[in-house]
């Protein structure tokens, strides 16, 4: 098993920065990937960002240039930088860990990120 605990959300102002952390504990080898997802109210949950093993990465197109995924591989914790915050990055975001040979997907509690004036 692979717990995550998340930290860092909040509100803040269009153009402001915030950044989220994931903290993953328990049964921490083989992992595959760690990312980022959102959800915002109605909407589909949708990838924001992905570290791999490797450290390889991907972001979503509309955050490329104002997210990046930092990896701390010592302390097994991985963070979310949030940049330039627009209104439609209000959402609910969740911590991702992959196992791809167990087939194994662990999530976060979830954070709130609110964008507003």
């Known amino acids: 098993q692979v717990q995550l605990v998340e930290s860092g959300g909040g509100l803040v102002h269009p153009g402001g920065s915030v950044r989220l952390s994931c903290a993953a504990s328990?049964?921490?080898?083989?992992?595959?990937?760690m990312g980022w997802y959102r959800q915002a109210p109605g909407k589909q949950r949708e990838l924001v960002a992905l570290?791999?093993?490797?450290?390889?990465?991907m972001y979503l197109d509309s955050v490329k240039g104002r997210f990046t995924i930092p990896r701390d591989n010592a302390k097994n914790t991985v963070y979310l930088q949030m940049n330039s915050l627009k209104p439609e990055d209000t959402a609910v975001y969740y911590c991702n860990v992959k196992k791809m040979k167990s087939r194994e997907d662990y999530w976060g509690q979830g954070t709130q990120v609110t964008v507003s004036s």
């Open positions: 570290i791999r093993s490797g450290s390889s990465t």
């Open positions: 328990g049964s921490i080898f083989s992992i595959s990937a």
